[in-house]
Nanobody, 127 residues
Framework: QVQPVESGGGLVQAGGSLRLSCAAS????????VGWFRQTPGKERAFVAC????????LYADSVKGRFTISRDTAKNTVYLQMNSLKPEDTALYYC????????????????????WGQGTQVTVSS
């Protein structure tokens, strides 16, 4: 089992940048696809980005494509979400999540495919 821990959230002005980190304990993190989701009050959790276990395949929601970049450092057991050109509508609680996969190339973009979730980190973008 993997226990993701998010960090790096905060308050930023529109147009600014933040980098979220997801560090994880557990033997299987390196063999897991890792995703970022976000949620605002009263709304369902929404997919943001994910990365395959080997880091070679990434997938993004249309709303963040070209602005956000997901990456992973296997040696540090950490996945990053670089967020640039932030907009007020990016304000949300951001969750990191992981799922063991058998393939190096699998990416997952549906929340029910992920069994292991962090507590979330708040990102607030002011206009």
């Amino acid at each position: 089992q993997v226990q993701p821990v998010e960090s790096g959230g905060g308050l930023v002005q529109a147009g600014g940048s933040l980098r979220l980190s997801c560090a994880a304990s557990g033997r299987t993190f390196g063999r897991s696809a890792v995703g970022w989701f976000r949620q605002t009050p009263g709304k369902e959790r929404a997919f943001v980005a994910c990365i395959s276990r080997n880091g070679a395949v990434t997938l993004y929601a249309d709303s963040v494509k070209g602005r956000f970049t997901i990456s992973r450092d296997t040696a540090k057991n950490t996945v990053y979400l670089q967020m640039n050109s932030l907009k007020p509508e990016d304000t949300a609680l951001y969750y990191c999540t992981a799922s063991h996969t058998n393939s190096n190339w699998t990416v997952l973009n549906r929340d029910f495919e992920y069994p292991d979730w962090g507590q979330g980190t708040q990102v607030t973008v002011s206009s």
